[in-house]
């Protein structure tokens, strides 16, 4: 079992930046990759970006590409997320997840562990 604790969320305005943090805790040796995911009320929870703990590979959603950057420090076990150029559609709760799978790691159900979530809300 891996646990996971997310910290970083808040309430800022359009434009502004924020830095997600997931540290992983419990039996991360056998943790391949880190996700972030995020869900706005009333809606499905959604893919944002991952990346594999050994390699530093990383993918992220259309929507957020070139504004968010996922990295990990191998050392500290822990994830971040940096979210620059906010939007009001970016407020969400944000969640961190991990997986031992190798694979469709854009899916909620690839992923074991889940964070218990920290709240982005961007301001118009």
């Known amino acids: 079992q891996v646990q996971l604790v997310e910290s970083g969320g808040g309430l800022v305005q359009a434009g502004d930046s924020l830095r997600l943090s997931c540290a992983a805790s419990?039996?991360?040796?056998?943790?391949?990759?880190m996700g972030w995911f995020r869900q706005a009320p009333g809606k499905e929870r959604q893919f944002v970006a991952h990346?594999?703990?050994?390699?530093?590979?990383?993918y992220y959603a259309d929507s957020v590409k070139g504004r968010f950057t996922i990295s990990r420090d191998n050392d500290k076990n822990t994830a971040y997320l940096q979210l620059n150029s906010l939007k009001p559609e970016d407020t969400a709760v944000y969640y961190c997840?991990?997986?031992?799978?190798?694979?469709?790691?854009?899916?909620?159900?690839?992923?074991?562990?889940w964070g218990q979530g920290t709240q982005v809300t961007v301001s118009s």
């Open positions: 990346i594999t703990w050994r390699t530093g590979d990383t």
């Open positions: 419990g039996r991360t040796y056998s943790s391949w990759a």
């Open positions: 997840a991990e997986t031992s799978s190798y694979y469709n790691l854009h899916r909620v159900e690839s992923y074991e562990n």
